[in-house]
Each structure stands twice: as structure tokens, then as C-alpha cells.
């Protein structure tokens, strides 16, 4: 067995890999110790418009207020026992991101694939890379990810490329756009949304840079069999934002002692 195998990891992600490149700690925490910490507000947050979008890309006739109010509920339900005091103040701008979202993406037309697995193999790296889609435009040849954002970025940044080469890559010729929705316009910045596409560079670099992440990760479960001793030998950074939560960082206290 190779030393993914050894610790019960089947397949990587580029969320995953994402996490181990900035924080190998919760890392550790989550996915050998099994910890799991509570979905932060920012990812709850955007699992929940994309529901809304979702409902109102599949039903062009369905009213952006009701998807607005579907999205709603479902950020309630995701946050329910959340003890981070970012939920109140999320929550009302839930139905702003629906909104502009929709009307930038309803152009698209009727989505084919929601939420599809896909899977790439990356050499040497000896467990596949998977992931799940937003939504695929075949008619048009796209693959498009939502992304809420309180600015928007100037370009598409490492992490989400890591995650669009990954979609790009599984579907050959077709491109790879990221729609970034804001809840309101902005003074200065009138749109809602703002869209940036890969190119073939993009994706090529950003799988060269997984392969090398994932070939680290490989390179520290092979240190070890036994997940406490890896644990003894990373330091957690509580002050950084993937800790906010208080459970989250209750949990990170009891694995590594302080």
C-alpha cells in the first residue's frame, strides 16, 4: 500500500489540497484524526446561493425572490449550529447574491450537469484527484463555478485554479469560467458580477502545482503510520481564518495540546 492508502485516503480533492498547502494542521485534524470542524459561514454561505441559483437555473420561470428565499433557508439549515458570529451577519445578504448570480447565468441557458463527479490522475501521484462540478454548459462548451465575494478578486487566484484545472481537465476542450457574485452593487462598481476564464496556461500551471502538493503530502504520510505522532510535528495557526470557528478551534486544542 502506498502511505495515501495506509492512511485511509482513497482520493485527493483540490479543496484537500488547498487545505494541506495552507493549513496542514486542520488538515490533519480533519482528515486522519477525523475531527471534523463545523462548516464555515463563507463556504455554508456559498453552498447555499448556489442551491438558490440552482433552483433558478433549472426553472427559468422560477421567481428570483423565491430562490432568493430557498437559498435562505438552506444557509439556516447548513449554519444551525454554527457558533460563529459571522451567521447574522451573512444571512441577510444571501438573497443579494442570488440575485445578481441569476442574472448573469440565466444567459447561459438550462445547465446539463449539476454537481458532476469528475476525476483526473496526476503522475506520480498514485490516488486519483476528483471533484464536483458547479454546472456544465455543453451547448456553449463551458464548465462554470460560482464564487461569492465581498470584492471582487483581479484575477482568478491559485486556490480556485487549483480547483478549475482539475474541472477543466476532465472535460477536454471545453472552458472553465468562475463567476464572482458580490450581494450588492458597489458605489464605485456598479456590476454584480464579474467573470473570468481560464486558459490553457492557467490550467497547465495549476496542475503542475496539485501534482507537486499532493507529491508533499505523500512524502509526510509516508513519515509515519500513525496519525497522532504526524500531528506532533505540525504547529496549528489558531489566528488564521480557517480557525474562526469556536468549535473548530476547541477541536484543534484537544489534538495539539495548546
Request: charged share 25%.
Amino acid at each position: 500500500m502506498n502511505a495515501f492508502e495506509r492512511h485511509g485516503v482513497e482520493h485527493l480533492s483540490a479543496s484537500s489540497l488547498n487545505l494541506w498547502a495552507a493549513q496542514p494542521a486542520l488538515w490533519i485534524m480533519e482528515r486522519l484524526l477525523g475531527r471534523k470542524a463545523p462548516t464555515g459561514i463563507p463556504a455554508a454561505r456559498g453552498k447555499a446561493v448556489e442551491h438558490g441559483v440552482h433552483l433558478g437555473l433549472i426553472d427559468s420561470a422560477k421567481p428570483i425572490d423565491d430562490c432568493a428565499a430557498e437559498a435562505e433557508r438552506e444557509f439556516n439549515r447548513l449554519t444551525a449550529l454554527a457558533g460563529d458570529p459571522r451567521r447574522d451577519e451573512e444571512r441577510p445578504k444571501i438573497g443579494g447574491y442570488v440575485r445578481g448570480a441569476l442574472v448573469e447565468l440565466r444567459q447561459y441557458g438550462v445547465p446539463d450537469a449539476y454537481q458532476h463527479r469528475v476525476e483526473i490522475r496526476l503522475d506520480d501521484v498514485p490516488v486519483p484527484v476528483v471533484g464536483f462540478i458547479d454546472w456544465r454548459f455543453s451547448d456553449h462548451g463551458l464548465i462554470v463555478d460560482l464564487k461569492t465575494t465581498e470584492r471582487f478578486p483581479a484575477a482568478i487566484g491559485d486556490p480556485h485554479g487549483r480547483q478549475g484545472a482539475v474541472y477543466a481537465s476532465a472535460h477536454g476542450n471545453f472552458g472553465m469560467r468562475f463567476a464572482y457574485a458580490k450581494p450588492a452593487p458597489g458605489k464605485k462598481e456598479p456590476q454584480q458580477v464579474r467573470v473570468y476564464e481560464m486558459s490553457g496556461d492557467d490550467v497547465r500551471r495549476h496542475l503542475s502545482a496539485l501534482r507537486l502538493i499532493a507529491l508533499s503530502l505523500g512524502r509526510f504520510l509516508a513519515l509515519s503510520n500513525d496519525p497522532c505522532e504526524l500531528a506532533g510535528v505540525i504547529v496549528p495557526d489558531f489566528e488564521s481564518f480557517w480557525w474562526s470557528d469556536p468549535a473548530a478551534r476547541a477541536a484543534g486544542r484537544e489534538v495539539f495540546g495548546f
